[in-house]
């Protein structure tokens, strides 16, 4: 897809999981790094504290398309689920 068109926060989702799933893990500050290229704030934004930060309306879309997916806090990753992780989607 070519990046400078608009994409919906559903094709910044789909962009982020075809990114996911050629590694298994995905970076957050990678995925909310191109998002904000393109210059939308639904689809990323900088927070308070100066982060970068995915869009809400992608991130709901990204975590119905990978329920079996962590996010690592700690790091800022999403992966795979394990089976020594706790329940919930934050490790």
């Not at 500050?29 to 809400?56: I, M, P």
């Amino acid at each position: 897809m070519d990046t400078t068109e608009d994409m919906t926060p559903e094709e910044a989702a789909n962009w982020m999981l075809r990114e996911y799933e050629a590694k298994r893990f995905l970076y957050q500050e990678e995925a909310a790094s191109h998002l904000l290229h393109l210059q939308d704030q639904k689809l990323a934004y900088y927070d308070a504290s100066g982060n970068v930060c995915v869009g809400k309306a992608v991130l709901a879309a990204f975590n119905k398309l990978t329920p079996n997916s962590v996010y690592e806090r700690v790091d800022k990753f999403w992966r795979d689920r394990l089976t020594t992780d706790q329940p919930g989607r934050q490790q």
